[in-house]
């Protein structure tokens, strides 16, 4: 049933179906409530704060994956290279545990979420996941440090503030039909992009005024049992199963198919928890995930079973913008 009903919304948001008035008065009490939350902020009748080291927010307006993590990990590598000791944190997005903690490369995805997993085996400096991220701010600034934070999604997080804000759009699906939740699937406005600091378009061919394009390659797989590394390429014109449990399944299953693969395709809904069952068939075909499905699946893999890591892409003009942004906000 809840996969069903994930479809049906997914239809709804991004393909051409009929809703009734009362989903549209729904979306507009939405939209208020968004608005006078903000203003609410902005006043100081709700609290936020501050924490001792610029912040960069990167995340989105839809619900749903866009490509937040890969452009985490490639600002947390950069800014490594550029002499800064950056930090990441996180909500810890399908993790049971809501308090503010450390994950290492060792933690489990049951407690700190799969996300937070990958961006702690991949990423360039500590990882901290909590349900409120400036407590997780502070928590690893009390034991890294860190002198930049990059926060992994939270751009509706108003209770920290923040320094630089960076928003990730599908550059596929963009903003489906336009409207906010429920009837669309916005988090905010559209009009929210003209008051970020850099738009980065997933995957984007025509490109808005703006707006930067980043491209997630990836042309080894990784073998979840043992490790091994293949390319990509001595699985071309082969049958295999492919599985993904992200906020756009079909952007890995058309990578997959770009490549030359012919695959079953096995999709799931966001943070899906994976059991042994569901990446078991009657076949000896491989089977490939995400990155992010791989650290769920681990415990039960088999030889068969491998991964796709991805690097994002973007160009040399967007990181001379962050290093102008960030100056800025250091020297005031």
Not at 94 to 112: E, F, I, R
Not at 175 to 195: A, H, Q, S, T
Request: aromatic share 8%; with cysteine.
């Amino acid at each position: 049933m809840k996969k069903s009903l994930a479809r049906w919304f997914e239809d709804a948001w991004y393909k051409e179906m009929y809703l009734s008035s009362a989903f549209m008065f729904l979306s507009m009490l939405y939209v208020d409530a968004m608005r006078l939350r903000r203003f609410l902020y902005r006043i100081g009748a709700l609290k936020s704060g501050r924490l001792p080291a610029p912040v960069i927010i990167v995340g989105n307006i839809t619900v749903g994956g866009t490509g937040k993590t890969p452009l985490v990990i490639w600002l947390a590598d950069w800014l490594t290279q550029q002499g800064f000791k950056p930090g990441v944190i996180s909500r810890g997005y399908g993790g049971a545990n809501s308090q503010a903690q450390a994950v290492t490369a060792h933690s489990d995805p049951a407690l700190v979420g799969d996300e937070a997993l990958v961006l702690a085996r991949r990423c360039a400096g500590p990882v901290t996941v909590g349900a409120d991220r400036l407590a997780a701010g502070r928590e690893l600034l009390a034991h890294n440090a860190c002198d930049v934070i990059i926060s992994d999604d939270g751009l509706q997080h108003l209770a920290l503030r923040r320094d630089i804000e960076i928003v990730v759009i599908d550059g596929e699906r963009r903003f489906g039909n336009g409207y906010c939740l429920p009837v669309g699937p916005l988090r905010e406005p559209p009009e929210r992009i003209k008051n970020v600091d850099l738009v980065v378009v997933n995957g984007g061919q025509d490109l808005q005024a703006n707006e930067f394009a980043m491209h997630c390659r990836g042309d080894r797989l990784v073998n979840l049992l043992t490790g091994e590394l293949k390319p990509l390429a001595e699985f071309k014109h082969r049958d295999c199963h492919a599985v993904a449990a992200i906020g756009n399944p079909n952007r890995f299953f058309k990578q997959l198919a770009a490549a030359g693969l012919n695959c079953d395709e096995h999709a799931f809904p966001d943070h899906h928890v994976y059991t042994a069952a569901d990446i078991q068939f009657k076949d000896e075909k491989p089977l490939l995930m995400t990155e992010k499905d791989a650290v769920k699946c681990s415990k039960f893999a088999e030889a068969k079973h491998w991964y796709l890591p991805v690097s994002a892409e973007l160009p040399e003009i967007f990181a001379s913008q962050i290093l102008t942004l960030l100056k800025q906000k250091i020297h005031g």
